[in-house]
């Protein structure tokens, strides 16, 4: 048995790309806030660590402490990133002619 030779092909990645600047947060931004949230998981993951006599009281104060500075740090970094990553993509967009859809033309 042969495999017909005339199959049809799916559209590539760029044909189906919409116009106008990139909304979507970059994986740098999205690895980011997986951390953030693994943190948080840890935070709250000690009551279990002392109940089961891995952390100390003080310890777990000081590892609290750390873990939220950590996890703020790491949200706000990924916020940070996906900002700078739309706005580069809406001032490439604005130069090339290509409109974000407000009508203006403007690359917001």
Same mark, same amino acid.
């Given at each position: 048995?042969?495999?017909? *030779?005339?199959?049809? *092909?799916?559209? *590539? *990645? ?9 909304? @979507? ?5 999205? =690895?980011?806030? /997986?951390? /953030?949230?693994?943190? +948080? /998981?840890? %935070? %709250? @993951?000690?009551?279990?660590? #002392?109940? $089961?006599?891995? !952390?100390?009281?003080? $310890?777990? /104060? ?6 939220? @500075? =950590?996890?703020?740090? !790491? #949200? ?9 990553h ?5 001032r490439? @967009?604005?130069?090339?002619? =290509?409109? %974000?859809? +407000?009508? $203006?033309? %403007? $690359? +917001?």
């Amino acid at each position: 048995m042969t495999l017909p *030779t005339d199959r049809p *092909t799916l559209p *590539t *990645t760029a044909a189906r790309r919409p116009a106008g600047p990139d909304n @979507a947060p970059p994986t740098r931004s999205k =690895v980011t806030a /997986a951390l /953030a949230v693994l943190a +948080c /998981a840890v %935070c %709250c @993951a000690l009551p279990l660590l #002392i109940a $089961g006599g891995l !952390l100390t009281g003080a $310890g777990a /104060a000081l590892v609290e402490n750390a873990l939220l @500075a =950590v996890s703020g740090l !790491l #949200i706000a970094a990924a916020a940070g990133m996906w900002w700078l990553h739309r706005r580069r993509t809406a001032r490439q @967009a604005a130069a090339s002619g =290509v409109s %974000c859809g +407000c009508g $203006g033309g %403007c $690359g +917001c």
